[in-house]
């Protein structure tokens, strides 16, 4: 019988929750007993294959291109879990939201203290993809069906909650796996 695939990505993110995905250290190889990992930075598969049971997103929505890949994520995944604090209300990177875009764009740029940029012009090459007026969390965008809070999540917590979806089983984390504080 064929695995359940689990496909990741990273949006606006640093990489930190797929880190912490990679910290269940030799209960790896358990996993790829169950599963087969599809799209996804850990084995550098770029388009989906096909239907996923979980995709597993980190960060949230700064440019036209994370929406679209997370709008993909919604498509080929049937359980979608926002990992750790980026994905689930922007994160560090939201920090840019009370902030106007193009003032954040003449800063890092034109005026910042350390920008050496002789053509006195913001990059706009059609190959970089539109930032967004603010950073969206992802259940502003698609539907998200779990949370996993954090920065980043801890290993344990992204391990209980993969067998649990893995197995059909009620994700009942401890209070400890998901605290804030
Ligand atoms: S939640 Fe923390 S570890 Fe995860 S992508 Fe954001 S900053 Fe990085």
Known sequence: MAKPKVATT???????CHMSILDIDDRILDLVEIIDFDKSPIND?????G???????EGGCANEENVRVLQDFR??????????????????PAMRNTIPLKECLDEAYLNGPSVHNS????PND????????KVYPCHEVVKVDYHLPGCPPSAETIWQALTALLTDKPLELPYELIKYD
């Open 10 to 16: 990273s949006l606006a993110g640093c990489f930190g």
């Open 45 to 49: 598969i770029k388009e989906f294959t």
């Open 51 to 57: 239907e996923c049971l979980v995709g597993i997103v």
């Open 75 to 92: 498509k080929h995944c049937k359980i979608l879990i926002s990992l750790g604090d980026c994905a689930i209300n922007g994160g560090l």
């Open 119 to 122: 053509t006195g012009k913001i």
């Open 126 to 133: 059609p190959e970089i993809p539109l930032l967004l007026d």
